[in-house]
C-alpha cells in the first residue's frame, strides 16, 4: 500500500516570491510520482512527473520537482509565482510495476497567490 | 493532445432517478479509465478502475450496483448513478490512461446534485 502526505494544506504567498509545496510519500516498492493542479470547479492538470532519469523534473508553467529517494519527497516549486498559479495542488504516487497505475492522492494544497 | 471530456459538467435530478455521465477520450485510446469522486474541498476518492471490454473493478466501500460503470470502447466510459439520493451529490471525475503509458488524463468533472 502507498500513502502520500502533503504537509501544508494551505500556502499563502506573495506574487513573485518563490514556492514550495511539499509532498513525501511512503511505498514499498518503487513508484512513480506526479503533481496535478485544480483550479476551482475543474478537473486535474498534470504538471510534472517523476517516471525515471534524472531525479529534477521540470513541468509546465515554470514549476519544477525534484525526487529525494532517501528522504522519500517529491516536493514542487516556483521561483516566482503568478496571481494565476492560485489553485490547489495534488501530489500522487502509483506503483510503477502495476498494470493500471492506480493513484494514490495526497490532501492537497491550497496555494493562494496575493497581489 | 491527451484531451478528457466529461458530459453533462452539471447535472440536477430528483431523488429516486438515475443518471448518466459519460467520459471520453478525445485524442487518445483509453485502455483504462478510472472514476473518481471528491468532496468539497477534499482530496479525490477512487471509485472504480475499468479496462476496456472487461467489468470494472470497484475499490472497497464502493457499491458496484449502485455505480455502474461502462467501458464499451477504447473512447468512452460511462458511470451511471442508480436510484440516487442526496448523499450521491458530488463532484465526479474521470481520467484516463492509455498503453504504456502510466500518466492520467483528467476529464473537467461533472457536478451532481440530488434534490
Known amino acids: 500500500a502507498q500513502s502520500v502526505t502533503q504537509l501544508d494544506s494551505q500556502v499563502p504567498v506573495f506574487e513573485e516570491a518563490p514556492v514550495e509545496l511539499r509532498c513525501n510519500y511512503s511505498?514499498?516498492?518503487?513508484?512513480?510520482l506526479f503533481w496535478y493542479v485544480q483550479y476551482p470547479n475543474q478537473g486535474l492538470q498534470l504538471l510534472l512527473k517523476?517516471?525515471?532519469?534524472?531525479?529534477l523534473v521540470k513541468g509546465i508553467n515554470g514549476f519544477e520537482a525534484e525526487f529525494n529517494k532517501s528522504q522519500t519527497s517529491f516536493h514542487l516549486r516556483k521561483p516566482s509565482v503568478h496571481i494565476s498559479d492560485t489553485a490547489e495542488y495534488f501530489c500522487?504516487?502509483?506503483?510503477?510495476?502495476?498494470?493500471?497505475?492506480?493513484?494514490?492522492f495526497g490532501k492537497g494544497t491550497l496555494l493562494t497567490v496575493n497581489p | 493532445g491527451a484531451v478528457v471530456s466529461q458530459h453533462p459538467s452539471r447535472v440536477i435530478c430528483k431523488s429516486g432517478t438515475s443518471v448518466k455521465i459519460e467520459c471520453r477520450s478525445l485524442?487518445?485510446?483509453?485502455?483504462?479509465m478510472f472514476w473518481y469522486r471528491q468532496f468539497p474541498k477534499q482530496s479525490l476518492m477512487l471509485m472504480a478502475t475499468?479496462?476496456?471490454?472487461?467489468?470494472?473493478?470497484?475499490e472497497q466501500g464502493v457499491e458496484k450496483d449502485k455505480f455502474l460503470i461502462n467501458h464499451a470502447s477504447l473512447t468512452l466510459s460511462t458511470l451511471t448513478v442508480t436510484s440516487a439520493h442526496p448523499e450521491d451529490s458530488s463532484f465526479y471525475i474521470c481520467?484516463?490512461?492509455?498503453?504504456?503509458?502510466?500518466?492520467?488524463?483528467f476529464g473537467p468533472g461533472t457536478r451532481l446534485t440530488v434534490l
Open positions: 500522487a504516487v502509483s506503483d510503477s510495476g502495476g498494470s493500471n497505475y492506480k493513484l494514490t
Open positions: 517523476y517516471l525515471s532519469g534524472s531525479t
Open positions: 511505498s514499498s516498492v518503487s513508484v512513480y
Open positions: 475499468s479496462n476496456e471490454g472487461s467489468k470494472a473493478t470497484y
Open positions: 485524442d487518445f485510446q483509453a485502455t483504462t
Open positions: 481520467s484516463a490512461r492509455t498503453s504504456g503509458r502510466a500518466e492520467q488524463f
